[in-house]
């Protein structure tokens, strides 16, 4: 009972009334059955849940028969309200960071915090971020684009300096991908397709920021391996030996870069998975699974386990890269 999951999200029972009328895209819950909510946002089902999502008994009994010690907790993405006004969001984000400390209380030390941040107004970002280092989160989720402006923008140099400077880790997650437009289906294809493609963008927006250079010291990690991010690689990589503009701009080559960055397992394929491990190094890959929605790895040890026969690696993928980026010890039951 030894791993340890970076990627797993939680969402409240019930939401607070938001701080005015009508503000666009505040949740509300709704009852569906004993196990089930309907979460609505702008009066309109988002998503039924279960009430895995609030409650930790129920949680920590998945987590035993998955072979996870701890989880790192995060909100669901479409909480992250990047969207509402300043005062509204922080009002919300605010509840949803109590109620992951509540969360964590009642697991007794299998599960630890990642909160999340109104990062469209910087003040209150920082005012915050302050708070949940003071309330012992570990990190903060936040989102693979901030209203479409790209991570890499140095609008939000202050927030990774202050993450830095605080010791804290931050977990990369999609939120409302761009390029939806051009894909023809249901809705879900938005996690299917969209999800890692915004990752991806995410992960090459701060390469060409050269945030890993300007902030030396940063824990960062993308969900969902980093999405597209090892395709565009290789790309990456030629574009940097071919076009002076290209390398003139890069303090160091995209690879280099890349390999400071922290990515989960999350990509349901074993080949994927050992292909991340060759590419961004045995030091840099951690377990994540997306619990506890449909959608998610039900069985992230055991793939680990069926992927690599060298223990060392597996210990490495398992549970001793995620203590290294969350600055845990050792767990124990």
Same mark, same amino acid.
């Given at each position: 009972?030894?791993?340890?999951?970076?990627?797993?999200?939680?969402?409240?029972? &019930?939401?607070?009334?938001?701080?005015?009328?009508?503000?666009?895209?505040?949740?509300?819950?709704?009852?569906?059955?004993?196990?089930?909510?309907?979460?609505?946002?702008?009066?309109?089902?988002?998503?039924?849940?279960?009430?895995?999502?609030?409650?930790?008994?129920?949680?920590?009994?998945?987590?035993?028969?998955?072979?996870?010690?701890?989880?790192?907790?995060?909100?669901?993405?479409?909480?992250?309200?990047?969207?509402?006004?300043?005062?509204?969001?922080?009002?919300?984000?605010?509840?949803?960071?109590?109620?992951?400390?509540?969360?964590?209380?009642?697991?007794?030390?299998?599960?630890?915090?990642?909160?999340?941040?109104?990062?469209?107004?910087?003040?209150? &970002?920082?005012?915050?971020?302050?708070?949940?280092? &003071?309330?012992?989160?570990?990190?903060?989720?936040?989102?693979?684009?901030?209203?479409?402006?790209?991570?890499?923008?140095?609008?939000?140099?202050?927030?990774?300096?202050?993450?830095?400077?605080?010791?804290?880790?931050?977990?990369?997650?999609?939120?409302?991908?761009?390029?939806?437009?051009?894909?023809?289906?249901?809705?879900?294809?938005?996690?299917?397709?969209?999800?890692? &493609?915004?990752?991806?963008?995410?992960?090459?927006?701060?390469?060409?920021?050269?945030?890993?250079?300007?902030?030396?010291?940063?824990?960062?990690?993308?969900?969902?391996?980093?999405?597209?991010?090892?395709?565009?690689?290789?790309?990456?990589?030629?574009?940097?030996?071919?076009?002076?503009?290209?390398?003139?701009?890069?303090?160091?080559?995209?690879?280099?870069?890349?390999?400071?960055?922290?990515?989960?397992?999350?990509?349901?394929?074993?080949?994927?998975?050992?292909?991340?491990?060759?590419?961004?190094?045995?030091?840099?890959?951690?377990?994540?699974?997306?619990?506890?929605?449909?959608?998610?790895?039900?069985?992230?040890?055991?793939?680990?386990?069926?992927?690599?026969?060298?223990?060392?690696?597996?210990?490495?993928?398992?549970?001793?890269?995620?203590?290294?980026?969350?600055?845990?010890?050792?767990?124990?039951?």
């Amino acid at each position: 009972m030894t791993g340890i999951d970076i990627h797993a999200h939680v969402v409240p029972a &019930t939401f607070p009334a938001s701080v005015r009328p009508d503000v666009a895209g505040w949740p509300s819950m709704e009852e569906q059955d004993g196990c089930h909510r309907n979460i609505l946002i702008d009066g309109k089902v988002y998503r039924s849940l279960s009430e895995k999502c609030w409650k930790p008994a129920q949680r920590l009994e998945d987590m035993d028969r998955s072979s996870i010690a701890t989880q790192a907790i995060s909100p669901m993405p479409e909480l992250f309200s990047y969207w509402m006004d300043p005062p509204s969001a922080n009002h919300l984000l605010r509840y949803v960071n109590d109620q992951i400390v509540e969360f964590v209380a009642e697991a007794k030390g299998r599960l630890v915090g990642l909160g999340a941040l109104p990062l469209q107004d910087m003040d209150l &970002t920082l005012n915050e971020l302050r708070r949940l280092k &003071t309330l012992g989160f570990h990190g903060v989720e936040i989102g693979s684009n901030i209203n479409g402006e790209p991570l890499g923008s140095p609008r939000f140099d202050p927030f990774f300096e202050a993450v830095q400077e605080l010791d804290l880790a931050i977990f990369v997650h999609a939120v409302r991908p761009t390029g939806m437009d051009r894909v023809r289906g249901p809705k879900p294809l938005q996690q299917v397709l969209g999800y890692p &493609t915004d990752v991806g963008l995410a992960a090459a927006s701060l390469v060409c920021a050269n945030l890993p250079v300007q902030f030396p010291h940063l824990r960062i990690a993308f969900s969902h391996g980093g999405g597209t991010f090892a395709s565009l690689l290789p790309r990456f990589a030629e574009g940097y030996r071919v076009f002076p503009a290209v390398r003139e701009s890069l303090t160091l080559p995209p690879e280099q870069q890349a390999r400071r960055f922290f990515y989960d397992t999350l990509v349901f394929d074993s080949r994927t998975l050992a292909h991340l491990v060759e590419l961004f190094g045995e030091s840099q890959l951690m377990m994540g699974t997306d619990y506890p929605f449909a959608f998610h790895d039900q069985q992230p040890v055991a793939r680990i386990l069926d992927t690599f026969a060298d223990a060392q690696l597996r210990d490495r993928l398992v549970y001793e890269n995620a203590r290294r980026f969350l600055k845990i010890g050792a767990m124990t039951r």
